[in-house]
């Protein structure tokens, strides 16, 4: 937990200097960035609840004083989890400010070739258009927001196993501050559901029609691409804002959990296939996302975790050997 804390104050100390560099009223932004503190603590209690109720039934069948020492705990890292989160959206903000959008027509144009010269968004809407809105947005957003955000809580409050509680925080600062602010900047992009706002014309004309054929433009989702385009036009921040398409963090953070579905309970192998896969499916459906900003985040997760598990594998095979008979 200590290298998370680190980390996590590594993390906001690098964005307030990046905020400073590119942003004309850094001041400002890392004020509101405090402010949001409480109302993130607040927003975890309230999304949360079915997380406090599972705790609060292990009382029935663990040991209380084990889980009594974990609150504590627990506090300090949700804390941390909100700074994280609210120094995420302060650097995602300011992404533009340091290196405009670029990488649009590129992957625009990989993603067309990658799926037989046909755009995802195309093959998505064939096949799930009797998807209800409302549905969808639950799933990419309600369901998918506190594991993603608060899965270091989720470690410290059920999980003993300090080997597997390294590994996946490490996944968690990967998701989101590798993918999310560090490649996201090196591939700056808007995503196809801004790509005519951004650059003009009628590239996406046919993604708009989808959405709103379907109904996903007159709801929540529409609504939130609106607040975002918004926020990006007056320089501001709000609470998840900021507009960066390469690579999905959401694909990416739903990797992780579904990594760590696995790790729990092998029998899981399906379900967790399937959040990634319906993730992905929804990343395009909805808009946000070409379809390589999933494939790229998947590759980038499961390849931390495939060397993270040989590192740990490794570490604990050296430190066995130390206590081989040979050497005792």
Same mark, same amino acid.
């Given at each position: 937990?200590?290298? =998370?804390?680190?980390?996590? &104050?590594?993390?906001?100390?690098?964005?307030?200097?990046?905020?400073?560099?590119?942003r004309d009223d850094p001041v400002a932004l890392i004020l509101d960035l405090g402010g949001a503190?409480?109302?993130? &603590?607040?927003?975890?209690? %309230?999304?949360?609840?079915?997380?406090?109720?599972?705790?609060?039934?292990? =009382?029935?069948?663990?040991?209380?004083?084990?889980?009594?020492?974990?609150?504590?705990?627990?506090?300090?890292?949700?804390?941390?989890?909100?700074?994280? =989160?609210?120094? =995420?959206?302060?650097?995602?903000?300011?992404?533009?400010?340091?290196?405009?959008?670029?990488?649009?027509?590129?992957?625009? %144009?990989?993603?067309?070739?990658?799926?037989?010269?046909?755009?995802?968004?195309?093959?998505?809407?064939?096949?799930?258009?009797?998807?209800?809105?409302?549905?969808?947005?639950?799933?990419?957003?309600?369901?998918?927001?506190?594991?993603?955000?608060?899965?270091?809580?989720?470690?410290?409050?059920?999980? +003993?196993?300090?080997?597997?509680?390294?590994?996946?925080?490490?996944?968690?600062?990967?998701?989101?501050?590798?993918?999310? +602010?560090?490649?996201?900047?090196?591939?700056?992009?808007?995503?196809?559901?801004?790509?005519?706002?951004?650059?003009?014309?009628?590239?996406? &004309?046919?993604?708009?029609?989808?959405?709103?054929?379907?109904?996903?433009?007159?709801?929540?989702?529409?609504?939130?691409?609106?607040?975002?385009?918004?926020?990006? %036009?007056?320089?501001?921040?709000?609470?998840?804002?900021?507009?960066?398409?390469f690579p999905s963090v959401h694909v990416g953070l739903a990797c992780v959990v579904s990594l760590y579905l696995y790790e729990r309970?092998?029998?899981?192998?399906?379900?967790?296939?399937?959040?990634?896969?319906?993730?992905?499916?929804?990343?395009?459906?909805?808009?946000?996302?070409?379809?390589?900003?999933?494939?790229?985040?998947?590759?980038?997760?499961?390849?931390?975790?495939?060397?993270?598990?040989?590192?740990?594998?490794?570490?604990?095979?050296?430190?066995?050997?130390?206590? +081989?008979? %040979?050497?005792?």
């Amino acid at each position: 937990m200590r290298n =998370f804390l680190r980390f996590v &104050a590594f993390y906001f100390l690098a964005g307030v200097a990046f905020v400073v560099l590119v942003r004309d009223d850094p001041v400002a932004l890392i004020l509101d960035l405090g402010g949001a503190l409480p109302t993130s &603590a607040i927003f975890f209690v %309230e999304k949360a609840w079915w997380l406090i109720l599972a705790f609060a039934a292990l =009382f029935l069948v663990l040991p209380k004083g084990d889980l009594v020492a974990r609150i504590p705990r627990a506090f300090v890292v949700l804390m941390a989890c909100n700074l994280f =989160f609210l120094t =995420f959206t302060m650097v995602k903000t300011s992404l533009p400010y340091a290196l405009p959008f670029w990488a649009d027509p590129p992957l625009a %144009e990989i993603d067309r070739l990658m799926h037989f010269g046909v755009d995802p968004y195309v093959l998505t809407h064939a096949v799930g258009g009797w998807i209800p809105p409302g549905a969808a947005m639950a799933l990419y957003m309600g369901a998918w927001l506190v594991p993603a955000m608060y899965l270091p809580v989720i470690l410290v409050l059920f999980d +003993s196993d300090r080997a597997r509680v390294g590994r996946f925080l490490l996944l968690y600062c990967v998701g989101w501050a590798l993918l999310g +602010s560090v490649l996201a900047l090196g591939g700056m992009s808007a995503g196809p559901i801004f790509y005519d706002r951004l650059l003009g014309g009628d590239r996406f &004309a046919g993604l708009i029609a989808a959405l709103e054929a379907s109904g996903i433009s007159d709801s929540t989702v529409g609504g939130v691409q609106d607040f975002l385009w918004r926020v990006y %036009e007056s320089g501001t921040q709000g609470i998840g804002s900021g507009i960066s398409a390469f690579p999905s963090v959401h694909v990416g953070l739903a990797c992780v959990v579904s990594l760590y579905l696995y790790e729990r309970a092998r029998w899981l192998a399906p379900v967790a296939v399937a959040v990634v896969v319906a993730f992905q499916f929804l990343s395009v459906h909805l808009g946000w996302h070409y379809a390589v900003d999933g494939y790229a985040s998947i590759i980038v997760i499961l390849a931390t975790w495939a060397w993270a598990r040989h590192r740990q594998s490794a570490r604990s095979a050296h430190e066995m050997a130390d206590f +081989s008979p %040979e050497t005792i």
